[in-house]
C-alpha cells in the first residue's frame, strides 16, 4: 500500500448512499479506465485532504467499509467499483454533477436510457440531494449586483457535459493584427455560431485563414485535461449565413426600464440579430455533436445560465434571472448572468436545460439606479429567431454539410497517432451521412502472398470509435473468432452492451420453425430492442478478423445475413466488416448500400509525407516548423522507428515519445 492509503477514513463510508448508487450504476455499464482517470483529476481538484487520496483508495476503503456494513459489493466489478467511489465523495450533490458529467462524456453508459433519465433515476435513489446554486461574480462588467439565483442544478446537467464539448473560442484578427475573442458553439458537422460583431471587422473571404480560428477546449475537472485542445481554421469564404448587430441601446440612461422605449428598440432591431454561421476547416461536430437550431423554442424562461469564455478565461458557468422580456414572440431576452469581454456569442440554456438564446451585449447604467432598477442588465438574441432567419437566407441545409474528418491532433482515442487512412474516414463519413449502410474493409494480398503486415487493419474500428463518440453514437464489436455457432448466443451478445437482463430474457431460445424462421423472429426482437433502447442513437455494429476466422455455415450466419437485410428499414443502423473476403456470398447484402475500402502495400508508402501531415496537425497547423525542419524531423522519425511493421512500428515510436512532448510544448494552442 501507497503511504497515502487511510484504511481507517473508510469508516466514514455511508451505506445508504452506497446501496443507492450501487442500484442505479448495476444498470449501466461503465468504462472504469476513463471513470479513474475522471475521478482521479476530480481529487486533485476538489482537495480535500478528508477525502479519499484516489480512485484505488476510495474503492478499497469503499469495500472495506460496506463490507463492516453488511453490504455485499463486488468491486472487481466496474459498476460496483464505481459506485464505491462515488460514494465515499460522501456529498449528495457532488455524486450527482460527478455522475451527469460522466453519463454526458460517455464514460456511463445506462442500458436503455438516455442521460436525463439515468440522473433523474439517481436523484430519486438520493432523495435528499437537492442541489442549490448560489453564484455571485464580482469584477465581471455587466454585474447584477444584489441578484443571487437559486437554481436547481439537476435539469441542466446532462447538458452541461454536450457543452462543455461544442462551446469554443472564437479569435478573429483584423487588418491591423488586433486580435478580437468570443465564444461560439457548434451548430452544424463543420459550423460554429457566434456573434456578428466578433468577426464583423473580417472580410466575407480571408485567403489567410489563419485569421480566423476556433479553438475547443476540456476543462479540467471532467477528467479529460490530457486532451490536447483543438484549433481549427475558418474557410476562406467563411460566412455561411449573417445579421448585422443593429443599435446597441437608446441615449437616455435606464431606458430599459421604460416599456415605450424599450418597445421602440425591440422594434428597431427585430431583424438585425447580431450572428454569424461560420464555416470551419474539418469536421468537429461528428466527433463532438452540435446543437440542432430548430429545436430551439420559443419560450421565456424564469432564469438561464450562460456558458462563455470571458476573457482569455476556460468555459465559465454564471447564472441569471430572466427580466423585462415579453413571454411572445421574443426578439431579444433581457438576462442577469454576468458577462465580460469574451463572452460575446455564449450560449444559454434554460433553467429547464434547453437551448435558449445566445448572448449579445451588456447595458449599464450612468447614474445610480433607481429602486427596482437593474443598473447592469445582459441582452440575449434568442435562437429561434436565428433559426429562422438562417433558414430564410436558405442556410439550413448548408449547414449539414460536412467537412474533412480527421481525430482530434491526428491521435486516436488511445493516443496512437493516426497516419494515412484518409479513404477510410471518407467512407466512414459517407455511413455517417446515411449514403451508404454498409462499409467492407479489405486487405489486398499479393497473389500468393500474405497481407503486409502493419498497414493498419486492425485499427480500424479504433478510428471507428475516436471519431464518431458516445453518448450520439452506440458501438458493437465483434471479433470473428468470438462469434458463437448458434445465433441465440450470438443475439445475446449483441445486446448486452445496452439491454437490460430482462431484455436478454424476452429473446426467442428456440427454433419454433425452420432454422431461417427462427432466425428472422430473432433479429427482429433485437431489432425492437435497437429501436426502444437506442432509438436516439446512431448504432455500429462492427465485425472483425473475418479475413483470419472464417463465418460457419451454421446459424451464425444466417443471423447475419438477416441483420444485414434489417439495414435498409433501419435508418440508424450502420454495419463495418473488415477482413471479409470480397468474393465472399452473404445474403442479405444490397450492393446500393455498400462501400468498400481497400488497404494496399501503397498504405506504406509515402510515409515521410504522412508523417509530415500528422506533425503540422499534432502542432494545430500554426507554423510551429519551416518546412525544412519539418522534412528533416520526419526522417530522424522514420529512421528512428524502424522498419518492421512499418506503421504499426512508427506509431507505437509516436506515441510513447513524441506526442506527448509535441502537446506540452504547444502550450494552449496544442
Known sequence: MSSGFRPEWGAALDIGIAKSLLGVLRKTDVARVRFQTMYDSHLRVRSNPQGPASFVHAVISGHIAAREGGLDTSPQTHADAAALALAMLGDQNEILEFVASALSFGIIMPRGLNAEEATRLLREALPQSDPVGTFQSGSFEGLTDDNIVWGKLGPILPVLGLVRRRLCRVTARDDDENEHYGTGFLVGPSCVLTNFHVVEKLPFNIPDTSRLRITFNYASETGLSDVIPTEYEAEADWCLASSEKGTTGLEADYWWHNSGKRNQWLESVANALDYAVIRV????????????????????????????????????????????????????????????????????????????????????GKADASEGHFKNLNVAVPLCRIAEDIAKKQATERMAETGVLRPLGGCLEDGHPLLGRQTLLEALMTLWRGDKRILMVNVESP????????????????????????????????????????????????????????????????????????????????????????????????????????????????????????VAQRPSLRIVLIGLPPKTQIGGLNPEDMIEETLSIGELEGLDKKL????????????AMDKTS????????????????????????LHEHVSGSLAKSGGEDG
Open 281 to 364: 476547416k474539418g469536421a468537429p461536430g461528428p466527433q463532438r455533436g452540435w446543437f440542432d437550431l430548430t429545436k430551439a423554442r420559443d419560450e421565456r424562461p424564469d432564469a438561464i445560465w450562460a456558458l462563455h469564455h470571458p476573457g482569455t478565461e476556460p468555459q465559465i458557468l454564471t447564472p441569471g434571472g430572466v427580466v423585462l422580456t415579453k413571454p411572445s414572440k421574443m426578439v431579444r431576452l433581457f438576462h442577469l448572468a454576468s458577462t465580460a469581454g469574451g463572452s460575446s456569442g455564449g450560449l444559454l440554456i434554460s433553467d429547464k436545460g434547453q437551448i435558449v438564446a445566445q448572448h449579445h451585449l451588456a447595458l449599464e
Open 447 to 566: 497473389d500468393g502472398q500474405l497481407p503486409p503486415s502493419g498497414i493498419g487493419k486492425s485499427f480500424t474500428h479504433e478510428i471507428l470509435r475516436t471519431v464518431f463518440k458516445p453518448p450520439e453514437h452506440h458501438h458493437i464489436l465483434f471479433r470473428a473468432g468470438e462469434i458463437a455457432v448458434d445465433a441465440y448466443t450470438q443475439a445475446c451478445a449483441t445486446v448486452a452492451s445496452f439491454a437490460t437482463a430482462e431484455d436478454l430474457r424476452q429473446l426467442p431460445k428456440e427454433p419454433d420453425t425452420s432454422t431461417s424462421g427462427y432466425v428472422q423472429r430473432l433479429v427482429r426482437s433485437i431489432m425492437g430492442l435497437v429501436d426502444q433502447r437506442l432509438s436516439n442513437k446512431l448504432v455500429w455494429i462492427t465485425l472483425d478478423n473475418l479475413d483470419v476466422h472464417r463465418l460457419s455455415d451454421a446459424s451464425g450466419r444466417e443471423f447475419l445475413a438477416t441483420l444485414y437485410s434489417e
Open 612 to 623: 509530415e501531415i500528422w506533425l503540422l496537425e499534432h502542432t494545430a497547423g500554426r507554423g
Open 630 to 653: 519539418l522534412g528533416m524531423l520526419s526522417q530522424i522519425l522514420l529512421s528512428a522507428a524502424g522498419e518492421e511493421a512499418p506503421l504499426a512500428g512508427l506509431g507505437r515510436f
